[in-house]
Every structure is written in structure tokens, then in C-alpha cells.
């Protein structure tokens, strides 16, 4: 067993965030862009057919003739992106500033740096190189309230180890890219997981935290509904069909953060409660599929940041290390165990 000691502990929230990204259905969509392109028009081509044809076999990201590599087993756009933004905070020269942070950002944009991301990443970036700024890019923003801060909210809790300091940092970036329950959940996940790396009980994190979720929010609303429903279940396992029921089935997309924060800290209780290993509880985030772009990777964050690097089962360490470089060239092959070490010994330097 691991001693769970700080290091320990951030590359146990890396990884777990790689994790569950790997295990989500979505992450194979977003890695078959290392294929060529007509391999994705062919997809969705089969996807019409089978419509049309009334056929139940569904496609599933293939490579034909093309190598088979991109579409094995592997994170995604959630570990790249938790990746990219720890790359710019061990590029900070001096204390993180909110100018600081905005300035990197606009920069980005300019440059046309920044990965593919979401919805939110992509109007924030628009915005940026139009003259528009922070806060009204994450303001004025189609999907200010999705979960894209959040998951690089992961990579500023493991960089800053002051909890409310790093949820400060995480609502100067937020605040690019999205506004109201989008920036509170980057706070709130920041700072749970700044407090877990520090070796508090979770529940004990996430009570601290939440004192920034808007009490008007659907982000705490949500909350509260998906811990009671969870009260009792004695396994991630067993919650699944207790969250299932909290799903919005009514929106097109799965990201929302009001949605996908809640289930993972609910799935991260149980396991804490029933004592379960890590990966039980990604796993059971995958079985909620509408959600299976980032609720997996945010309940491996998690659950990784509270239990360490050596919970992980060694297999899937192997698979999820590496990034494959599918929304960004810049971050292929980057090597997650290795940035966490970066990460660990870099905590704090900056604000010293």
C-alpha cells in the first residue's frame, strides 16, 4: 500500500482523472481523430444506415486500413486538457495573478495554441481574439455552464496546495470560459481536491467546499438530490440506478456541470463509505452513458486524489499514462506520472 503521502496523492488525482476519461465511451470518438478523416465521415455514414435500415448493430469507431493504435484503450480530451493547463502553471514566472492568468489565455488564443476543447473553450476563444475578455468570455458564452474549468480545476488543485488559494485560481480561469454554476464548480473541485491531496476525508473536503455553490444554483440543487439519493447505497455500484434517475435526458449534451460534479461526488462518497476501491467507483460513473464524457474522469480525480497513485490498478496505469496528443500534437506522448513529479515538487513554488 501506498503512504499516501502528497506527491502520492497528485498523481493519484492525474491518474484518476486519466482514468475515468479512458473508460468513457466518448473517449474513443475523440482519440479516432488521430485517423484520417474520411474514416469519421464513413462512421457517421453507418450510423445513418443503420437508421435508415432499421438495423440495431451500431457502428463503433474503426480504423479499416489505418493503424489501430489511436483507438485503443487510452485518455482523452479531459487529461490533455488537465495536462495543458499544469503546463502553463509550471511555466508561471512569479504568483499567479487573475491579469496573469487571463493574459496566458488571450495569448493562446492568438496563437491558436489552445486544444480542441468545448463548446465553452471554443465561443471563450472566439471571444479572446475578437478583443472580448474575461469575464465576459466565460459570460457571454453558450455553454458557460458546462464542466470544461472543472476538470482543468484537477490540474490547479494538484499545482496549488493551499485550498482556497487554489480555488481562487480556479475561478480566474473559470471565469474565461464560463460563468455562474461553471465557475463554482472548478471552485468547489479545486478546492475539494486541494484538500484531499492534503489528506482530509472527503466528505469532510467536499463539506468545506461547498460553501461557494450558489444556493440558487442548479449545481447545488443537484447536489443535495444526488447525496440523498445515494444516503444508502452500499456500493458505486448500487448508486447507479439511484443517479440514473437525476440524468437530463432533455439536453444534447452530457457535460453540464451541474450534472456531472454532483454524480461524481456522490459516487466518490459511496466508495469512501463502503470502502471500495478506486476504480469501482469509475466504473460506475460509466454506467451512466449520457454522462460518460467527464463524470468518470471527475469521479477519478476524486477518488484518486483521497486514495493515491498505487490504488490505481497497475494495468490501467499502463494504459492511461501517456497522452496520445488527440486535441493537441504539443501533448503527445507527455507522460502524466512524470508531470504529477513535476507537479508535486513545483506545488506552491510560485506563490513562495
Known amino acids: ?183 463554482a464548480a472548478a471552485q468547489v473541485i479545486a478546492e475539494t481536491v486541494a484538500r484531499l491531496i492534503a489528506g482530509e476525508p472527503l466528505v469532510a473536503s467536499w463539506t468545506a467546499a461547498a460553501s461557494r455553490l450558489p444556493s440558487n444554483g442548479l449545481l447545488a440543487e443537484t447536489t443535495e438530490r444526488a447525496l440523498a439519493a445515494t444516503a444508502r447505497a452500499g456500493s458505486p455500484a448500487e448508486a447507479v440506478p439511484a443517479l440514473a434517475e437525476l440524468v437530463d435526458h432533455v439536453y444534447s449534451y452530457g457535460v453540464a456541470a451541474a450534472q456531472t460534479v454532483p454524480v461524481a461526488l456522490a459516487l466518490a462518497q459511496v466508495n469512501e463509505r463502503s470502502r471500495g476501491a478506486p476504480i469501482d467507483a469509475v466504473t460506475a460513473a460509466v454506467c451512466l452513458p449520457a454522462l460518460a464524457d467527464s463524470a468518470p474522469a471527475l469521479t477519478g480525480a476524486l477518488v484518486g486524489a483521497a486514495c493515491g497513485a498505487d490504488s490505481w490498478p497497475a494495468g490501467w496505469v499502463a494504459r492511461c499514462r501517456w497522452l496520445a496528443g488527440c486535441c493537441t500534437g504539443d501533448l503527445a506522448g507527455t507522460d502524466l506520472v512524470k508531470l504529477a513529479r513535476q507537479l508535486a515538487a513545483w506545488r506552491g513554488e510560485s506563490d513562495s
Do not use: K
Open 1 to 183: 500500500m501506498s503512504a499516501r503521502t502528497e506527491p502520492d496523492r497528485v498523481a493519484g488525482a492525474l491518474l484518476g482523472l486519466a482514468i475515468g476519461d479512458a473508460a468513457g465511451w466518448p473517449s474513443v470518438r475523440h482519440r479516432a481523430h488521430l485517423l484520417p478523416p474520411w474514416t469519421r465521415r464513413l462512421h457517421r455514414e453507418l450510423v445513418e444506415f443503420s437508421e435508415t435500415e432499421q438495423v440495431t448493430t451500431l457502428p463503433v469507431p474503426f480504423s479499416l486500413n489505418q493503424p489501430t493504435q489511436p483507438l485503443r484503450l487510452g485518455p482523452s480530451d479531459d487529461a490533455e486538457w488537465a495536462a495543458w493547463t499544469a503546463r502553463w502553471l509550471l511555466d508561471s514566472a512569479g504568483p499567479i495573478t487573475r491579469a496573469g492568468v487571463h493574459a496566458g489565455w488571450r495569448r493562446a488564443a492568438l496563437d491558436e495554441a489552445l486544444p480542441r476543447g468545448r463548446i465553452s473553450v471554443a465561443t471563450a476563444a472566439d471571444s479572446l481574439r475578437r478583443g472580448i475578455d474575461p469575464p465576459v468570455s466565460g459570460h457571454d458564452n453558450p455553454h458557460h455552464f458546462d464542466d470544461a474549468a472543472a476538470i482543468r480545476a484537477v490540474a490547479i488543485a494538484a499545482a496549488v496546495p493551499d485550498p482556497a488559494r487554489a480555488a481562487q485560481v480556479a475561478g480566474w480561469d473559470a471565469e474565461v470560459t464560463n460563468a455562474d454554476d461553471g465557475v
